[in-house]
């Protein structure tokens, strides 16, 4: 009897939700006056960003003991809508998605738990968490009432959500003490009415009892307001903290502080310099907080990597992520201490609060190998392996086909002419090559704005194929409605005479790891666009990065798990492969290369390569020996702008018309600094609005920060506040003026401009005396 009583005290213990014997089961925890309480008591939240699907499950609970050694007392969760729900009704929470484990996996670890469950996150994630299939509504609208259909299936995601996780708040014995509503939608709009709905949609999934909260930016916090919802702001290394949350504080002042985004590094873009930040500037900030009792987490504190196809991409302009997401975190990619973390750790144990201990840095799971060159031998060409087509009048984006991610091959048939004729593509997403009779005449970019191709004469009819890749669908700002495939229509001009392309057969191929390995393999080299079949053998698994360098474009699958994408043009070159992936054995990689590699054999290194841009690739808007020629063209407006942070805002004297803008800054406010920085600037339209600058394009800056930080001009209409543009700071290669000159995509009328210097603690590069020019025609070089 005792034995079956003990048993039943142990089963009862373990049972989920009700694992005792450390401090975060159960109680309270409130936005008090000033101050979160728990249970009553004044608490400082120092929580560490891990997001489950961006780690191997069986190292789950590694990454949360190595946050709870670098100092955190919380872990900070998005829920990504589109991993759970991959067919509309289809909810998946099991294996990998298990998210309820890794709830558990906390509370086990003894920390708490903030959940932010969207139903939008951004997250540099595929469509920032919204499933790709509700797209295939033609007229979709996201993050609005405006749309029942977006909101009716928010609300259903939520209350699966609240199925899993909802017995997980702390009042109800869980270590859930926040729930965040939304994701800065301050960025997007100011419908507080939209954010009273999720809010209540959160509410009525279950979360009825914990503390609810949204975040924002110091610049848009007041932009709308939700009863019931705390406040916070996000901000990133380096961060003056008084700047930040003065206006807040004004308007807040009974608000606890709290940055519940305080980014660590930042993530990178395929083709751009791999970005960093310094231990130094992202640790001062981190001590600033911690002597003004400010809460923090830190985004991320281990960012992992998107496997498959889940990296997303930013616009403006369009810029796909990488499938690393070491994010320059305190806790790199696979999972190793950084300096970084070293540093975070020996601040925060001076800040312990009462209770909290520094647990040891715990044993990585691991160890690093290294795999001999494996040599791909079996191929399996792409034009002779096409699946079924489909048939279709007009061109059609690939969500029209059903399809949700991969590459989709378009064909017609083109008649003979004499000529070479002009093939126009609108618009290419994301990645495009066009062949005809089987001979590739082009390549399309869509990074690069790229449209246009030739076509030769043929002497009779032509077969046209045009096979485009998708990249991740954009996380961020208007341009998430981001369909793939061709989206609009493809138009062939001989002259003046221009026809639209009809009657296409479509061919689709997704990512599954089961149309990957049905292919007609054989021992042959590939022709054009092609898949590569290897194996080898290991006799001890290890964590490894696959050298990429060498192959075009694509994506690798090892043993059936999709590793993700790579890309010649860096700077990532490697995938992560994690240990509990590999085999004792004999071990599968398949590849998917729809460009061209330059050799077809993958080795296993013991060191990733995340900072390795092509050559031929172009960081910098300008060519050698291009000078910008204003002779003779009048500035629109010039002024000084008045020293300090924040929004400066200037109206023209009348509105101005015109296409091509140029931005001079003629000196900063130190008059020795040699510097231009700008963190952000608009163009503000009729309507008193800022312009979407979704059209635009950089196509000049005399000098550009690229080498060891990415400070390109184009950070300047991103419309991401913590990303500059910064010139040259070796004082020998830069002087003044400086000079942006920015492609507006259509002529516009212009009534002012608004521009927001940089952020951090530093003060070089912020503009003092300006020009502004504004022009129907291109500027002279
Ligand atoms: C914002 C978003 C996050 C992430 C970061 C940048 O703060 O809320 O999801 O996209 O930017 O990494």
Excluded at 744 to 751: M, S
Aim: with cysteine; proline share 5%; glycine share 8%.
């Amino acid at each position: 009897m005792k034995k079956i009583l003990l048993s039943l005290m142990i089963a009862l213990l373990l049972a989920p939700g009700l694992v005792k014997a450390n401090p975060t089961q159960g109680g309270d925890f409130v936005a008090g006056k000033n101050t979160f309480l728990l249970n009553g008591k004044p608490f400082i939240l120092r929580a560490g960003e891990l997001h489950y699907s961006r780690i191997p499950k069986p190292y789950w609970e590694h990454r949360i003991q190595m946050c709870k050694a670098m100092g955190m007392n919380t872990i900070c969760i998005y829920l990504f809508w589109n991993y759970h729900e991959q067919q509309p009704g289809v909810y998946d929470f099991s294996g990998d998605k298990d998210v309820a484990e890794f709830v558990r996996l906390i509370q086990k670890n003894g920390m708490y738990c903030i959940l932010r469950p969207g139903p939008y996150v951004c997250a540099e994630w595929e469509m920032g968490g919204l499933p790709w299939w509700l797209l295939k509504k033609k007229d979709l609208k996201v993050r609005t009432l405006a749309d029942s259909y977006f909101v009716e299936r928010t609300k259903l995601f939520l209350n699966e959500a609240g199925k899993q996780l909802a017995k997980y708040q702390i009042q109800n014995g869980g270590p859930i003490i926040m729930v965040q509503v939304e994701n800065e939608y301050g960025v997007w709009g100011n419908d507080a009415a939209y954010m009273s709905i999720i809010r209540d949609g959160i509410r009525a999934a279950g979360f009825d009892k914990v503390q609810l909260f949204r975040c924002d930016w110091s610049s848009n916090f007041d932009r709308y307001n939700v009863p019931g919802v705390a406040s916070t702001l996000n901000f990133g290394a380096g961060s003056n903290i008084d700047n930040q949350f003065k206006k807040f504080k004004e308007l807040n002042p009974d608000a606890p502080l709290m940055c519940s985004e305080y980014w660590t590094g930042w993530f990178d873009h395929w083709g751009s310099p791999h970005e960093t930040r310094s231990i130094s500037s992202f640790i001062g900030s981190l001590k600033d907080m911690m002597d003004k009792k400010v809460s923090f987490s830190l985004y991320m504190a281990h960012g992992g990597t998107s496997f498959g196809h889940w990296a997303g991409s930013n616009s403006p302009s369009f810029a796909p992520t990488t499938s690393s997401y070491d994010y320059n975190a305190p806790i790199d990619e696979s999972g190793h201490a950084t300096d970084k973390f070293y540093a975070v750790r020996d601040l925060l144990k001076n800040y312990l609060q009462e209770g909290e201990t520094l647990t040891d840095v715990p044993a990585y799971p691991e160890k690093t190998i290294e795999i001999p060159a494996v040599k791909f031998i079996q191929t399996a060409s792409l034009f002779d392996n096409l699946p079924v087509a489909k048939k279709s009048e007009d061109i059609q984006p690939m969500e029209f086909f059903d399809q949700g991610w991969g590459s989709i091959l378009y064909r017609t048939t083109i008649p003979a002419s004499a000529k070479i004729r002009k093939l126009t593509i609108s618009d290419v997403h994301d990645w495009a090559t066009i062949f005809v009779n089987g001979k590739i005449v082009g390549k399309l970019d869509r990074r690069l704005g790229d449209r246009e191709v030739e076509i030769p004469a043929t002497a009779s009819p032509a077969r046209l194929d045009i096979l485009v890749e998708a990249m991740g669908r954009i996380n961020y700002s208007e341009a998430i409605i981001d369909r793939k495939g061709i989206t609009k229509k493809v138009e062939l001009s001989e002259g003046n005479n221009t026809t639209e392309l009809k009657g296409w057969s479509v061919y689709n191929f997704p990512v599954d790891y089961a149309f990957q390995q049905n292919k007609k393999y054989k021992p042959a080299p590939a022709k054009g666009p092609a898949w590569y079949k290897a194996t080898f053998t290991l006799n001890k698994t290890g964590n490894t990065y696959f050298d990429m360098s060498k192959w075009g474009k694509g994506m690798v699958w090892l043993n059936g798990r999709n590793l993700g994408r790579f890309w010649k043009i860096g700077p990532t070159q490697t995938l992560f492969v994690p240990a509990c992936w590999l085999k004792k054995g004999v071990n599968e990689i398949i590849v998917l290369d729809v460009d061209k590699p330059s050799a077809t054999t993958i080795a296993g290194l013991n060191h990733p390569i995340l900072d390795k841009t092509a050559q031929d690739e172009s960081l910098l808007h300008r060519k050698k020996g291009q000078n910008l020629d204003l002779t003779g063209v009048k500035p629109v407006n010039t002024g000084s702008l008045p020293a300090g942070n924040g929004w400066k805002a200037i109206t023209f004297d009348q509105m101005q018309n015109g296409r091509y803008l140029c931005f001079e800054a003629l000196n900063a406010q130190d008059a020795n600094d040699p510097v231009t920085s700008i963190a952000e600037f608009e163009l503000i339209g009729e309507d008193g609005k800022a312009i979407s600058s979704q059209l635009w394009r950089v196509l000049y800056a005399d000098s550009e920060e690229v080498t060891t930080v990415n400070n390109s001009a184009d950070k300047i209409f991103d419309l991401q506040e913590s990303v500059i543009w910064q010139t040259q700071t070796t004082s020998s290669k830069t002087k003044h003026p400086h000079q942006v000159v920015i492609d507006l995509g259509e002529n516009v009328n212009v009534k002012g401009f608004r521009i927001l210097p940089r952020g951090d603690k530093s003060n070089v590069g912020v503009v003092k005396d300006y020009r502004v020019y504004l022009s129907k025609a291109p500027f002279k070089f």
